[in-house]
């Protein structure tokens, strides 16, 4: 069964700070993945994803990830965070099916 | 780009009583759409997937009989929560596209 793991749960970050946020997943087949962000009181927006090719995804926003094959792991990076950038962020794997497995998600909150 | 809308955006029933939610592909034709649910400061987590002409396939844990799904065009769509219940008070979310990976803006249901 696919799972996906954010550990940070909360990301308190002043502006300008660079982020990186973990995700982890469990999945045998091939992978295909994503990063989500919610505004608050918005829908899910898509940040960027990755199925295959250059394990360094460029995003909106000036969001990167990069997938890490050995480490089943895809995290999400930005060199600067901005107070806009305060949201929750998700990761998740799309399996075959194009069923979606998200994390639990992590709160980042930027203060100016 | 796909498009995903979700009605209504947010409703408020009476326990014991049914409610539908809408998700239609406004651009595009889709075989298949997938329901979520969101509990506050929670991920999403997948409900079930809506198949054009057929039944669904519901996850595991997740009431067939109480969650109805059909999808009788390949734009629409439909999630009835059946006698609902004010623990059935969530953030419900489809999601469809060939890729399933556009996202409605979800519908805010409270059962009182």
């Known amino acids: 069964a696919q799972s996906v793991s954010q550990h940070n749960h909360h990301v308190i970050l002043s502006e300008a700070a660079s982020l990186e946020l973990g995700c982890n997943y469990s999945y045998g087949g091939t992978v295909n993945l994503f990063w989500y962000v919610q505004y608050p009181g918005q829908h899910l927006q898509l940040l960027l994803k990755y199925f295959s090719g250059d394990p360094l995804v460029k995003g909106i926003k000036g969001f990167e990830a990069e997938f890490i094959k050995s480490k089943f792991s895809f995290n999400l990076r930005k060199p600067s965070v901005q107070w806009s950038d305060t949201a929750e962020y998700f990761c998740?794997?799309?399996?075959?099916?194009?069923?979606?497995?998200f994390g639990t998600g992590t709160s980042l909150t930027v203060i100016p | 780009g796909a498009v995903v809308s979700q009605h209504p955006s947010w409703v408020i029933c009476k326990s014991g009583t049914s409610v539908k939610i809408e998700c239609r592909s406004l651009?595009?034709?889709?075989?298949?759409m997938f329901w979520y649910r969101q509990f506050p400061k929670q991920s999403l987590m997948l409900m079930a997937t809506?198949?054009?002409?057929?039944?669904?396939?519901?996850e595991q844990g997740v009431e067939k009989d109480k969650f109805l799904i059909n999808h009788a065009s390949l734009t629409l769509s439909t999630l009835t929560v059946t006698s609902a219940h004010p623990e059935d008070s969530s953030f419900y979310i489809c999601s469809a596209g060939a890729y399933g990976y556009t996202f409605g803006s979800g519908t805010r249901l409270t059962v009182v």
């Open positions: 809506s198949n054009e002409g057929s039944k669904a396939t519901y």
């Open positions: 998740a794997v799309r399996n075959t099916g194009n069923q979606f497995y």
């Open positions: 651009d595009f034709q889709a075989t298949t």
